[in-house]
């Protein structure tokens, strides 16, 4: 996953998401980010990408398990699955 760009990009977006507070403004109230997720919005400002380019990584991540979505309002929120995490890391350590 880290030997392109774009698997260089998911794995940031990963590792921004363990700790979405860190790295993504407030909202409205403290630990927002962390209780309901990130926007592609927020991502995309934060790579300095156009919103569509973090939607399309989130949405492959997601597709792929490692992020859970939730709809507020019209707004898509990602935030990471670490059990599905932990077991794909699981399946890498033992060889596939």
């Known amino acids: 996953m880290t030997g392109t760009p774009q698997g260089r990009i998911r794995q940031t977006i990963l590792e921004w998401l363990k700790e979405p507070a860190a790295y993504f403004p ?3 109230r403290p630990g927002e980010a962390a209780e309901s997720g990130v ?7 934060r790579l300095g990408v ?9 949405d492959l991540l997601a597709r792929l398990g490692l992020l859970r979505t939730r709809r507020i309002r019209c ?7 670490e ?3 932990a077991e ?3 399946m890498f350590e033992k060889g596939w």
């Open 50 to 58: 156009p919103r569509r380019t973090a939607a399309a990584h989130l």
């Open 75 to 81: 707004r898509t929120h990602y935030r990471r699955d």
């Open 26 to 28: 407030a909202g409205r």
């Open 88 to 90: 794909v890391a699981r």
């Open 39 to 45: 926007t592609a919005r927020a991502v995309a400002a």
């Open 83 to 85: 059990i599905r995490i």
